[in-house]
């Protein structure tokens, strides 16, 4: 379903992605791995239109979306979290899940401020969507907390929860264990399993814990400055030679 | 210890050198030569006794501003447990609905002076609720809105003087290219954050100011414009003798004596009707989807735009909506002025109107509403001081700061009951 062709990315001098292919496919799980400053996350901000990229196609169920710009990219349904977590800090847990629910804001207005059927109706779907999600997550007892006062592991949760709401169907997670410990790693590690059984998602992630990535991963792209490394199964990449030299030097 | 006495020393100093040669020295006509003398010696008691305050507080800055900070613990309400949703909405119902009768009956028990002021309090009122659209929702800081105000108040003036459309056809052309103005300068700001929408927006503030001042064929530049028309009640007139062809009179419809009160108090009502209708407005608008796309936006760009949010779409409703009713304002401010000019839109204007909204709290309505009414009232009860009442007032706003930097009533986010899941 996403297809990434040669994607180049050029910073002055500086080409931080330099000829990365990798493609997705529907149901499925694939991790990007490589050491830091790899380029991985250049990688996301170019697929989720947030740079430009200076060369290379990237095709959305058969769209090419390099360059359309990042809202559009996210209402077609390819949404994605941040390395450091983006929450509205400030607003209610809930609201955070009615906000991703907010793509068209121009039809209401009006039927809003009348408060016609047809919009409570659509409100009321946005909340029951917005309550299943936070019991999915676990986080219904946190409902009307402020976002920002909320756990780091919660923090995390309500973000992939604030994407779920929004029906996507390509889901991009950066480095979505960092700063979990153990225990929370391994939920996430089931959350994002059910992603893909239960809802029919496909997620691309980035991470570094290497267990998650073993564990869920149906194939791995690795990277190694700006350039792919290798892809395959995890597997494969395990006993890859390329990849032990460049994640532990020559032995 | 040392260090404080230095910097206290250092401030008395300043005191001095600042204070002295602006209140110690007279200017003194002599003939056709100015000679400088020295003014009595009460004046330099003052300025001594001035210097010493200041390097006693500075020495003691730490203690004094920490007894300060405790104050708040005096107030009985400060530690006490938060009320329960329900409970909390059923009180501010009640208070609310108090208010706006409080308000009703009014002008008929007050004073002509004070029923002037409260309309005024009223315009504040609307131009503060706007305001806080785009500074408290949406996070935009807007140092230009009063242009949107001049918008407002010139078309009507503009409208009447060389079409003669009435006061009621007005508001929604003055409100409606107001929000237009503000659909405008929302497209070149759309990139801006901070401090250079700050700056972007005080420069399209002034930019207004300074063409209704040139344009004079048109404006009547800095002489203003006059003879703006009172707004009409089905037709009838509020003044002795009927100006315009077809219309009656208010007092001799309703077989009552003349009085110039009518006209003050049925300004006051509509404008008491206009400030419920934006604060109904906009308390909707809060809690609609476009409402928390605005408050989105000001928490984390990136984040909103990555959920599909079109950063131009929430900008630029967030500007329009507040330039609206500023719009708004503006038509009730020229009929009630019945003379406008340049300088009613100065860059004070959006300061005050911005200091309504911080001092309130941002993005809370009910502290915006008690800020207006404490700004508009403060420098008119502060009268009896003359020249220091804006002292005072500055004085004011400073403790407020520092005892409630959060404003008078910060925002509540509203609570949300969700249907449990099976």
Redesign the interface.
Known sequence: MLEVQNLSMRFGGLLAVDQVSLDVQEHEIVAIIGPNGAGKTTVFNCM?G?YKPTGGKILFEGNEIQGK????I??LGL??T?QHV???????V??NL??????H??T??IS??L?TPNYREREQKS??R???W??RVGL?EM??R?AGNLAYGQQRRLEIA??MV?EPKLLMLDEPAAGLNPAETKDLNQLIISLKEDYNVSVVLIEHDMSLVMDISDRINVINQGRPLASGTPDEIRRNDDVIKAYLGEA | MTANLKHALFCAFITLIISYPILGFDLKGRGTSVALEGVDISTSIGVLLAVVIVFVFQLYRDTIMGSVRQLPAINPLANREPMEQSKRLKLESILLTLMVIGAVIWPFIASRGAVDLATLVLIYIMLALGLNVVVGLAGLLDLGYVAFYAVGAYSFALLSQYFGISFWFALPIGAGLAALFGLVLGFPVLRLRGDYLAIVTLGFGEIIRILLNNMTSLTGGPNGIGGIPDPTLFGMEFSRLIKEEGNTSFHETFGIAYSGEHKVIFLYLIALVLAVITAVAIRRLMRMPVGRAWEALREDEIAAKSLGLSRTAVKLSAFTIGAFFAGFAGTVFASKQGFISPESFVFLESAIILAIVVLGGMGSQMGVILAAIAVTILPELAREFSEYRMLIFGAAMVLMMVWRPQGLMPMRRIHIELKRQE
């Not at chain 1, 710009?69 to 559009?72: E, G, N, R, S």
């Not at chain 1, 983006?86 to 209610?92: D, I, K």
Request: proline share 2%; with cysteine.
């Open positions: 989720s947030f710009p990042d809202y559009k996210s209402r949404v994605r941040f983006r929450l509205f800090n400030r607003m209610t809930v609201e009615l906000v991703a629910q907010h793509r804001l121009n209401n207005l809003g401020i408060k909340l029951d917005a309550a299943y936070l019991d219904t409902a009307n402020d604030r994407c929004t």
